[in-house]
C-alpha cells in the first residue's frame, strides 16, 4: 500500500509538471486551462466598447482614440511624436502576435519559439541576409530625422503596450506555443519592410533558367522565354513617348552566364502575386473628379495582412491600411490625394557563381585576382534542442546562400568549392517610411513624385488621384542599370562587368500623367512597351486582368464608387475569350461518351466567366491546365530543376505554331499532334473532375471545385474559414484563388469632399476569441464594400463612434 502511494504520487507530479510544459505541437495545457490566465481570459464581447483612459510614460500630450462599429481606431494626435506613438501602441493591442511572429520569420528566429520544424526556414531567412538587409535599412532610416522620430515613437509604443500587459491578457497564440512577448525594436520596423521584399521580389528563375539552357539550348530558351510576351498591354500605354536622355547600357561580358548549378532549388518566383489598381479622369466619372481603386493580391490570413487606421495630427488626416509593426498608412487616401500600389516584379535579385580559392573559403575569384570574403556566424538558437551554428560567407555581391563543388576547367577532375552569391536590393541602405509620411501628408502631384524619390524596394506601380483632378501611375523603386537580359540566369561573379553598374535615374523611372485614354492602370503586366531604354525584367504576370481592366475602363462613362466596385468583382477570363474558340475547333467529339460530350456542351455555352455557380469555369481550367502539361512534358523532369513557359507562350503555341514539335508527347510511342494534345487533354480533364467530383452537376460548380479558404497566420485549425464558395480566379480582375487573392479592396472618390470605401476579409482584431476577429469576412466574401469613417476633425460627430479612449501622459 506504501508503494502504491508512492507510485500515485510520482504519477500525480508527473501529470502536474506535463500539465505545465509543451510537448511537442502540444501546448501545456494546465497553464492554457488556468482559469485566471488560460485561453478564458481571451474571449472577448462584441459590446467591448467603452470609455476609457490611460495615462501613459512617453507621451506629451493628450491623444483621442474613437472607435467605430468595426473596432477600427480613429487616432488624433496634438503632435507626430504622439501620433505614432499611440499607433503602436493601438496595433500591439490589436495585433501583437501577428507582430511578433512576422518579425521572428524575416529574423530567422521562429525556431526559438516552435521547434526544429522551422530550422530550415530560419536558416534560410539567415543565409539570404534578411538582418543584413535590415540593419542597413535602419541605418538609413536613422540618418533622416523624420523616419527617426517616426519609428522610435512608434517602438515606444508598442512598448508601453507591452510592459502593462498581464501573463492573463496575452494573446491567444503565446499561450499556445508556450511562450512571452519581447521588447519591440526599432529593426523589427524594417525587418517588415525585409518581408514585403521576399514576398513580393524573393523568389527567383534564375537557376532553373540556367538549366534550362543546359538542357535545351539558347535556340530552343529563346524561342520560348522571349523577352517580350505575345499578349501584352502595358502600364505605361504603348507609344508614350519618353522625355529623357536615356543613360547609356552597361556591356555584358564576352561569357556573362555561370556554367553549373547542381541540384540547387532555390525560392521560386510565386506566379499570381501581384494586385490590381487604376484610376479614371474625371471625363469618365459621375460627379467630374477622379476615382481610384486598389485591391492588393497577398496570402489570405487571420488576422489580415493589413491594419485599418485614420491617423491625425496638425501635420496629417490620412485613413487607409498599414502594416502591423510598421508607421503610417501604406494604401489610402486625405483630403487630397489617394493612392494604391501593386507590384512590378523589376528584376532586383541576381546570383552569382563564385569560386572560392580553397575549402577554407577566405578568398574567391574576381577580377583576376583573389578577394577576401568576410563571414559571419549565426547562432539558431532551437527550442528543445542545441543551438545551430551556421558560418554565412559574404563576397562584395552578398552573402553566399549556395555552396557546392565544380570541376576544373584543365580537366583534372579536382574538386573546386564554389558558391551562389545573392545580390538583392532588399540588402541595400533605404527609407521607404520616407515615401508612405510625405505621400500621407500629399497634396498633389507634386508631393506624389518627390515621395517616390525615397523609395527603394519592393518597387510597387504607384498610382494617383488628386481633387486637381490629375491622375499618374509610375512603376518605382530602386531599378539597378543593367544590359537586357542581366539576372535572367546565373551570372558569373568572376567579372566586374556582370555587377549592377549604377541606377537608373528616379526621374527617369516608367510614368505616364493624365494619359489622352483618361486613366491609368497596372495589374503586374509589362511596365512598358519595347521602346523604353531600360531593361527592368524579361518576364511580368500575364496580361489577363489587365487587358480586361483596360477594356472596361476604354468605354466607361458616368462612372461611381460602385461601378469600381462592381469592376473588382469581374470574373470575365481574358484567357478563355483568346484561345477557347480555337480549342474548340479541333475537338472531334464522334467518339466522347455521354460524359464527355454533357462536358463539351457545357463549356460550350459557358459565358466566359469564373462565376461560382459557373460548370462551364471548372471545365475549362482543368481543359487549359492539362493541355499545358501535355504540351510541356518535356520539362517535367525530376532530376533538375526546370523553369516551365508560360501561359502566354502556351497560347502562341496553340494559336500561331499548330505544327510545333512541342505538340508531342514523350511517354506515347507515336508522334501527336496540336489536335490530338487538344483532344487527349479534354478526355483526361472530364475523367479527372468525374473521379474528384462525381458526375457532371452541381458537385462541379466553380466555388465547390477550387479549394478557397483563409487560414490562421500560423495555420492553428479551427481558427481560418475553411472552405467557402465564392468566384473568381488568379487570371480574372477578381483574383482569388487557394488563400492567395484581394487582401483589401479599396475604392477612392475624389473631389469637394472625399469619399472612401473599403473591406479587408477577417477584421481588425488578432484574437481569434474576438467578435471583430473576423466580422467584415461576409462583407469581402460577398464582394461589398464598408463606407469607411474618415473624420475630419477631433469633434466630428457621428453615429458610427462606438468609444473613445483617452491616453496622456503620466
Request: aromatic share 12%.
Amino acid at each position: 500500500m506504501k508503494y502504491l502511494a508512492i507510485l500515485v504520487f510520482a504519477v500525480t507530479l508527473g501529470l502536474i509538471y506535463s500539465l505545465q510544459i509543451k510537448i511537442g505541437d502540444i501546448p501545456p495545457l494546465g497553464k492554457l486551462l488556468n482559469p485566471g490566465t488560460g485561453f478564458w481570459q481571451n474571449a472577448e464581447s462584441k459590446n467591448t466598447g467603452s470609455d476609457e483612459q490611460l495615462q501613459l510614460d512617453g507621451l506629451t500630450g493628450k491623444v483621442v482614440i474613437h472607435y467605430d462599429e468595426h473596432r477600427i481606431p480613429h487616432i488624433f494626435a496634438e503632435n507626430d511624436h504622439d501620433l505614432y506613438y499611440a499607433q503602436g501602441y493601438i496595433t500591439a493591442h490589436d495585433r501583437l502576435w501577428e507582430m511578433d511572429i512576422q518579425t521572428r520569420s524575416a529574423s530567422g528566429r521562429l525556431s526559438e519559439v516552435v521547434g526544429v520544424k522551422a530550422l530550415e526556414v530560419d536558416r534560410y531567412h539567415r543565409r539570404i541576409g534578411m538582418t543584413y538587409g535590415a540593419e542597413n535599412t535602419l541605418r538609413g532610416m536613422m540618418k533622416n530625422p523624420v523616419s527617426k522620430m517616426m519609428i522610435g515613437a512608434y517602438s515606444d509604443g508598442v512598448n508601453s503596450f507591452i510592459h502593462h500587459l498581464s501573463k492573463k491578457d496575452y494573446p491567444l497564440e503565446f499561450k499556445l506555443l508556450d511562450y512571452a512577448p519581447e521588447e519591440w525594436k526599432p529593426i523589427d520596423c524594417a525587418y517588415l519592410l525585409k518581408l514585403m521584399s521576399e514576398t513580393l521580389a524573393g523568389g527567383s528563375d534564375d537557376f532553373a533558367m540556367t538549366n534550362d539552357l543546359k538542357v535545351f539550348g539558347a535556340k530552343d530558351v529563346n524561342d520560348l522565354f522571349p523577352d517580350y510576351p505575345f499578349h501584352e498591354d502595358p502600364i505605361i500605354p504603348a507609344g508614350t513617348k519618353w522625355d529623357f536622355k536615356a543613360l547609356p547600357l552597361p556591356k555584358p561580358s564576352a561569357d556573362f552566364i555561370a556554367q553549373m548549378t547542381g541540384r540547387i532549388k532555390p525560392k521560386e518566383r510565386i506566379p499570381g502575386i501581384g494586385s490590381n489598381n487604376w484610376a479614371i479622369a474625371g471625363s469618365k466619372s459621375a460627379n467630374g473628379y477622379p476615382i481610384l481603386a486598389n485591391d492588393p493580391h497577398l496570402n489570405l490570413t487571420f488576422p489580415s495582412i493589413w491594419y485599418q487606421v485614420q491617423l491625425s495630427s496638425p501635420t496629417v488626416n490620412v485613413y487607409g491600411v498599414s502594416l502591423p509593426g510598421a508607421p503610417c498608412v501604406v494604401v489610402g487616401y486625405n483630403q487630397n490625394i489617394s493612392w494604391g500600389v501593386t507590384n512590378v516584379g523589376a528584376d532586383v535579385l541576381d546570383w552569382y557563381q563564385v569560386k572560392f580559392r580553397d575549402n577554407t573559403k577566405n578568398e574567391y575569384w574576381y577580377n583576376n585576382k583573389w578577394k577576401k570574403t568576410s563571414k559571419h556566424v549565426e547562432v539558431i538558437n532551437v527550442r528543445g534542442q542545441k543551438p545551430l551554428y551556421d558560418t554565412v560567407i559574404y563576397t562584395h555581391h552578398g552573402p553566399v546562400v549556395y555552396n557546392s563543388t565544380s570541376q576544373k576547367p584543365e580537366g583534372d577532375h579536382e574538386n573546386v568549392p564554389v558558391g551562389d552569391a545573392l545580390r538583392w536590393i532588399a540588402h541595400d541602405e533605404s527609407d521607404e517610411f520616407m515615401t508612405f509620411y510625405l505621400l500621407n501628408r500629399g497634396k498633389n502631384y507634386d508631393d506624389y513624385r518627390k515621395a517616390l524619390t525615397f523609395y527603394t524596394a519592393p518597387a510597387q506601380n504607384f498610382i494617383f488621384a488628386d481633387k486637381e483632378k490629375d491622375i499618374a501611375i509610375t512603376p518605382n523603386g530602386k531599378f539597378p542599370l543593367k544590359f537586357r537580359e542581366q539576372g535572367k540566369y546565373i551570372l558569373d561573379g568572376s567579372d566586374p562587368a556582370n555587377d549592377w553598374q549604377g541606377w537608373i535615374p528616379y526621374d527617369q523611372n516608367p510614368t505616364v500623367k493624365n494619359p489622352a485614354r483618361g486613366f491609368v492602370s497596372s495589374a503586374n503586366q509589362s511596365s512598358t512597351d519595347q521602346t523604353y531604354p531600360y531593361y527592368i525584367n524579361w518576364d511580368f504576370e500575364l496580361y489577363d486582368r489587365a487587358k480586361r481592366i483596360n477594356d472596361l475602363l476604354s468605354g466607361m462613362k458616368n462612372a461611381t464608387a460602385d461601378s469600381m466596385r462592381l469592376m473588382q468583382m469581374d470574373d470575365y477570363s481574358m484567357r478563355a475569350h483568346d484561345v477557347l474558340p480555337e480549342m474548340l475547333e479541333y475537338i472531334d467529339a464522334s467518339k466522347f461518351n455521354k460524359d464527355q460530350k454533357w462536358a463539351l456542351e457545357l463549356v460550350r455555352d459557358w459565358d466566359k466567366r469564373f462565376s461560382a455557380n459557373s460548370e462551364g469555369a471548372s471545365i475549362f481550367n482543368a481543359w487549359w491546365l492539362s493541355f499545358y502539361d501535355m504540351v510541356w512534358d518535356e520539362f517535367d523532369r525530376k532530376d533538375i530543376l526546370l523553369n516551365y513557359p508560360s501561359f502566354d507562350r502556351t497560347e502562341k503555341l496553340l494559336l500561331t505554331e499548330p505544327g510545333s514539335k512541342w505538340f508531342d508527347v514523350l511517354n506515347t510511342p507515336g508522334k501527336e499532334t496540336c489536335t490530338g494534345i487538344v483532344n487527349r487533354s479534354f478526355t483526361v480533364s472530364v475523367s479527372q473532375l468525374i473521379k474528384t467530383h462525381g458526375k457532371p452537376g452541381k458537385n462541379w460548380e466553380w466555388g465547390n471545385v477550387k479549394d478557397t479558404h483563409i487560414n490562421h497566420l500560423a495555420n492553428l485549425p479551427g481558427f481560418g474559414t475553411g472552405h467557402f464558395s465564392v468566384g473568381g480566379n488568379g487570371s480574372v480582375i477578381n483574383a482569388l484563388k487557394g488563400g492567395n487573392g484581394p487582401s483589401w479592396r479599396m475604392v477612392v472618390q475624389l473631389g469637394p469632399e472625399v469619399k472612401g470605401y473599403g473591406v479587408f476579409p477577417g477584421g481588425e482584431s488578432g484574437n481569434p476569441g474576438s467578435f471583430y476577429y473576423d466580422d467584415m469576412f461576409e462583407t469581402w466574401r460577398d464582394g461589398k464594400l464598408n463606407e469607411l469613417l474618415f473624420l475630419k476633425n477631433i469633434n466630428e460627430k457621428s453615429a458610427r463612434i462606438k468609444s473613445t479612449l483617452i491616453l496622456s501622459s503620466k
